[in-house]
């Protein structure tokens, strides 16, 4: 679908930044509650999953759970109570029972870039719960995805073993979202390398891992580090890399697949103007372009339309004050019942938690509620469905009914 055709779901939000780096606090311009209607991006998602999301019940709160350094990043084991938390300066903490572990889980400190948009970027374990990946970047500024067993609730630090490593040119973009999806194979979401505007093209050259979603099967394959599922779309094209899953991507800050019907949804940040959500229904085979750079948001930004880029099913304008969208998940919890099967994110500057319904890949329905969290830089979700959402302040909050 070519976007400079397309109509797509458009709320008025955020600010004057160009989304590299996140800017200070939130400020005080607030985004409007709209119900849009997207573009169409694929097939159908599967029907009849449960109640229909009806966001104008929603009342949200924000019930605090732990006060951390910087929490980036969070995930769930397998048979494990616990939240598992990053903290952008290189610690993983465990939270049980409302309380802070006080011994880090694992502590790579010493070897994490922490400036910027660098530092512990992602984790996730296997879906056995016998593996722990995380994603940071070096002293270096280069992109690694490490894999650690786990020795009972504890990591075995003599296990580590990099599985990937890409080398940044810039201090910027780094991504560094990690998920395994339904099919059991690990996801990693690269931006695009840096600097301003995708210099070097990198978004829409096949020929490097930048500015793409990587999918990968973690596990040693005899002498490599990790295997290529051989149905990932580039596995047979001369000159791509084969573990690419996506393409034309600017700084995928944050992903998700819905628990429930296997959707996968990016919050891809913006350059100067727009902002923007990205869906790919589970019917996929991969191969989608998402347009950096040619396209910002549906927005023409540099060169030729490739045709074939795929356009948002959301996105937003910096007009009004935001600056850097904060990919979320798919509600899928019990305790908040208008807004089971809604998509939740939220902006970084304006720290406002926000939630979208789509029906066969167009947008019904958006609202924007007073749930504030300032510097609203991610967002996890428990074995349970219900999510919470980390402040780079140091909060970690628990969505509830309000």
């Given at each position: 679908?070519?976007?400079?055709?397309?109509?797509?779901?458009?709320?008025?939000?955020?600010?004057?930044?160009?989304?590299?780096?996140?800017?200070?606090?939130?400020?005080?311009?607030?985004?409007?509650?709209?119900?849009?209607?997207?573009?169409?991006?694929?097939?159908?998602?599967?029907?009849?999953?449960?109640?229909?999301?009806?966001?104008?019940?929603?009342?949200?709160?924000?019930?605090?759970?732990?006060?951390?350094?910087?929490?980036?990043?969070?995930?769930?084991?397998?048979?494990?109570?616990?939240?598992?938390?990053?903290?952008?300066?290189?610690?993983?903490?465990?939270?049980?029972?409302?309380?802070?572990?006080?011994?880090?889980?694992?502590?790579?400190?010493?070897?994490?870039?922490?400036?910027?948009?660098?530092?512990?970027?992602?984790?996730?374990?296997?879906?056995?719960?016998?593996?722990?990946?995380?994603?940071?970047?070096?002293?270096?500024?280069?992109?690694?995805?490490?894999?650690?067993?786990?020795?009972?609730?504890?990591?075995?630090?003599?296990?580590?073993?990099?599985?990937?490593?890409?080398?940044?040119?810039?201090?910027?973009?780094?991504?560094?979202?990690?998920?395994?999806?339904?099919?059991?194979?690990?996801?990693?979401?690269?931006?695009?390398?840096?600097?301003?505007?995708?210099?070097?093209?990198?978004?829409?050259?096949?020929?490097?891992?930048?500015?793409?979603?990587?999918?990968?099967?973690?596990?040693?394959?005899?002498?490599?580090?990790?295997?290529?599922?051989g149905d990932n779309p580039f596995v047979e094209r001369?000159?791509?890399?084969?573990?690419?899953?996506?393409?034309?991507?600017?700084?995928?800050?944050?992903?998700?697949?819905?628990?429930?019907?296997?959707?996968?949804?990016?919050?891809?940040?913006?350059?100067?103007?727009?902002?923007?959500?990205?869906?790919?229904?589970?019917?996929?085979?991969?191969?989608?372009?998402?347009?950096?750079?040619?396209?910002?948001?549906?927005?023409?930004?540099?060169?030729?339309?490739?045709?074939?880029?795929?356009?948002?099913?959301?996105?937003?304008?910096?007009?009004?004050?935001?600056?850097?969208?904060?990919?979320?998940?798919?509600?899928?919890?019990?305790?908040?019942?208008?807004?089971?099967?809604?998509?939740?994110?939220?902006?970084?500057?304006?720290?406002?938690?926000?939630?979208?319904?789509?029906?066969?890949?167009?947008?019904?329905?958006?609202?924007?509620?007073?749930?504030?969290?300032?510097?609203?830089?991610?967002?996890?979700?428990?074995?349970?469905?219900?999510?919470?959402?980390?402040?780079?302040?140091?909060?970690?909050?628990?969505?509830?009914?309000?």
């Amino acid at each position: 679908m070519r976007r400079g055709l397309a109509a797509v779901a458009v709320i008025s939000v955020v600010a004057a930044a160009c989304g590299s780096s996140p800017p200070g606090p939130a400020g005080t311009a607030q985004p409007a509650s709209s119900s849009p209607t997207g573009p169409a991006t694929g097939s159908a998602a599967p029907t009849g999953l449960g109640p229909t999301p009806d966001l104008g019940s929603v009342q949200l709160r924000l019930v605090q759970v732990a006060q951390l350094d910087e929490p980036l990043a969070m995930a769930v084991r397998s048979g494990d109570d616990a939240l598992y938390v990053a903290e952008k300066g290189g610690r993983i903490v465990a939270i049980r029972g409302g309380s802070v572990d006080p011994a880090p889980v694992l502590d790579l400190s010493g070897e994490v870039s922490n400036g910027g948009e660098q530092g512990l970027l992602g984790l996730a374990f296997s879906p056995d719960g016998r593996f722990l990946y995380v994603s940071f970047t070096d002293s270096g500024g280069d992109s690694h995805v490490t894999e650690f067993a786990m020795r009972g609730d504890g990591v075995d630090v003599g296990s580590r073993r990099d599985v990937l490593v890409v080398d940044q040119p810039y201090s910027n973009h780094n991504g560094g979202n990690l998920a395994f999806g339904p099919d059991g194979d690990l996801y990693f979401g690269l931006g695009d390398g840096g600097s301003e505007g995708d210099p070097d093209g990198r978004g829409q050259d096949l020929g490097t891992l930048l500015g793409k979603m990587l999918r990968i099967d973690p596990r040693a394959d005899g002498d490599r580090p990790y295997g290529i599922p051989g149905d990932n779309p580039f596995v047979e094209r001369a000159g791509a890399r084969p573990e690419i899953w996506a393409y034309g991507l600017r700084n995928p800050w944050r992903f998700s697949f819905d628990r429930q019907t296997g959707d996968l949804w990016i919050g891809d940040v913006g350059q100067n103007a727009w902002e923007e959500v990205d869906f790919q229904p589970a019917s996929s085979s991969g191969g989608e372009n998402y347009g950096w750079n040619r396209f910002e948001g549906s927005h023409p930004y540099q060169g030729s339309d490739p045709g074939d880029a795929v356009p948002p099913i959301f996105e937003y304008s910096h007009d009004t004050g935001g600056c850097v969208v904060t990919g979320g998940y798919v509600y899928r919890g019990k305790a908040i019942a208008g807004l089971q099967g809604a998509y939740v994110f939220a902006d970084y500057c304006l720290g406002r938690v926000s939630a979208l319904v789509q029906r066969d890949g167009h947008v019904v329905d958006q609202r924007t509620f007073s749930a504030e969290v300032p510097q609203l830089a991610s967002f996890g979700q428990h074995g349970n469905g219900e999510l919470f959402a980390l402040s780079l302040e140091g909060p970690v909050y628990r969505l509830a009914a309000g």
